[in-house]
């Protein structure tokens, strides 16, 4: 696959509005910043202690709306 057109999976694949779309759109479309793109997001998406922080935030917050059966 060439890089510009991992630049445009990385924009498909990114939400609208997200922090790791804004990432992406700051940088011009280009193969010579594909792999830029690419380590600015490692870096600022993934860390995977805060991932798992924030899976279990969201879990515990299900959970809380489940009304209580019984």
Known sequence: MEEEDKFQCLI???TEGSRA???VE?????AENCSKVIERLKNRC???ELL????VREL???IIK???QG
């Not at 700051?26 to 280009?30: D, E, G, H, V």
């Not at 798992?52 to 899976?55: A, K, L, M, V």
């Open 66 to 68: 489940v009304p209580q």
């Open 12 to 14: 498909q694949f990114t």
């Open 21 to 23: 779309r804004g990432i």
């Open 26 to 30: 700051s940088f011009p479309a280009t």
């Open 52 to 55: 798992i922080e924030c899976c």
């Open 46 to 48: 993934g860390n995977e």
């Open 60 to 62: 515990i917050g299900i």
